[in-house]
């Protein structure tokens, strides 16, 4: 494995006015987006060797290096996220290979981590937008970042990789902007939001909702809703990671001193959910469910009067598809489904089945299972002429 990064530091875009909003898909506008983002390699002059990257559900733009000095997200950058969060898969030689290709990872819209969301102020009124911040779809966020490639002068991208609701956006690319990608790398992900989604996200939204602190959202002069959202944490958490994993990580022993926490299964589950109010916001979260439980793809193409399957064969690209053998949080059943789509489009793909113990998690924690299948693909395929 090639050396890491090395410390980065956080970019800005900035656009839209009053007279010229950015529109959501709910009819919502914004009268100003900023986009917080970091690229790591160089963008070569024909603008075409970048790589896209879409963070998870509570990523940030910060994937590779070392940031320890960011204040656009205010007391929320701790120093659990002072390292990026794919930083063993990103760097010359790695598995995103920084010596050819230049990636980019920005924030979702509506998020928290420095690009425009409910904590952001409003420039129309002074204050956070709070409850008032418009519902953001996956889409708004592709489109917004595409805003960002536009200004960068990128014309194409080599490819568009990203995991969990990440890589639901991987595929809102290839059907929203089927000529401009090449490669698209959708892991542990599906064509839309499944029941079992749906519902555990209602579940969080109800705990951040019946927190008394969180007042309908408007909390950013008061006490934040702390137990609402730490408690949305434990139930989100329980599918990211394998039980077995969990039971190995909580270690035996009880490390947390409040009243209800017996057994250590519980204390690591408590922990989870303490220190992810730290660095969340819980107006931020609600947008994140929200656009998670309303990703659809066969819904979009019928608004489209088309089928899926044209969808994705619109365009030359190609797919790289990762199941997680493990997942509880996108079974592998979710990417079966989107291979016999794919296969009955006619369109070339590969499909990888990761074996791994660590559950959803493992596309964060285990690069070295999926290093050779993404170096293989993305430099196979690459042609700097």
Known sequence: MGKGIGPVETRFFTFGSEKDPFVCADGGELPEVTLAYEIYG???EAGDNAILLFHALTGSHHAAGENRDYTGAEDRWT????TGWWDDFIG???SLNTDKFAVICANWLGHCYGTTGPASINPLTGKPYGPDFPLVSAGDTVRAHFRLLDHLGVKQLHAVVGGSVGGMMCLDVAVRYPGR??????????????TLHVIHDFEQINAIYNDPDFNGGHYYDGPRPDAGLAL????GHKTFVSLDQMKKRARGEVAESVDRVRLPIESYMWHQGQKFVKRFDANAYLRTMWAWQDFDLYADAEREEKTLREM???GDHKYLVFSIDSDVCYYPGEQK?????????GVDFNWITV??????DAFLLEPHLFEPHLRYHLESDWDPS
């Open 42 to 44: 160089e963008l070569n």
């Open 79 to 82: 120093e659990e996220v002072h």
């Open 92 to 94: 010359p030689g790695r």
């Open 181 to 194: 990608v090449r490669f698209v790398v959708p892991i542990a992900a599906g064509l839309r939001a499944t």
């Open 232 to 235: 949305a944490r434990m139930i």
């Open 312 to 314: 994705l064969a619109a």
């Open 337 to 345: 489904e989107l291979a016999e789509e794919l296969k009955a489009a």
């Open 355 to 360: 074996h791994s113990e660590k559950g959803h």
